[in-house]
């Protein structure tokens, strides 16, 4: 089993920038994608962004593109979600998953697509 932990979040003011991380633990070497969804109160989870984590793609939705930026270090062992010129509207809790088989590129936004979840960050951002 994978294991995934969320760190990095807080309150930030609008405008201003954030970086969360995920931990990524266990059997992670069958692999093939990350991602950050988030979830507001009273709102499904919706999909943020996607990294191919056994090679080099990445997907972004189109409320945070230009945005924020997803990212793993070279041991693949952290997930990163660089956030700048936050909104209020990305106040929610921010979750990292994994996948472990292939999927198409269309796929990646589906949160039925990813086997782990982790327990969640909270991303305040004030006005």
């Known amino acids: 089993q994978v294991q995934l932990v969320e760190s990095g979040g807080g309150l930030v003011q609008a405008g201003g920038s954030l970086r969360l991380s995920c931990g990524v633990s266990g059997r992670t070497f069958s692999t093939y994608m990350l991602a950050w969804f988030r979830q507001a109160p009273g709102k499904e989870r919706e999909f943020v962004a996607a990294v191919v984590w056994s090679g080099s793609g990445t997907y972004y939705a189109d409320s945070v593109k230009g945005r924020f930026t997803i990212s793993g270090n070279n041991a693949k062992t952290t997930m990163y979600l660089q956030m700048n010129s936050l909104k209020p509207e990305d106040t929610a809790v921010y979750y990292c998953?994994?996948?472990?088989?292939?999927?198409?590129?269309?796929?990646?936004?589906?949160?039925?697509?990813?086997?782990?979840w982790g327990q969640g960050t909270q991303v305040t951002v004030s006005s």
């Open positions: 998953a994994a996948k472990r088989d292939w999927v198409p590129p269309s796929l990646a936004s589906t949160v039925r697509t990813y086997d782990n």
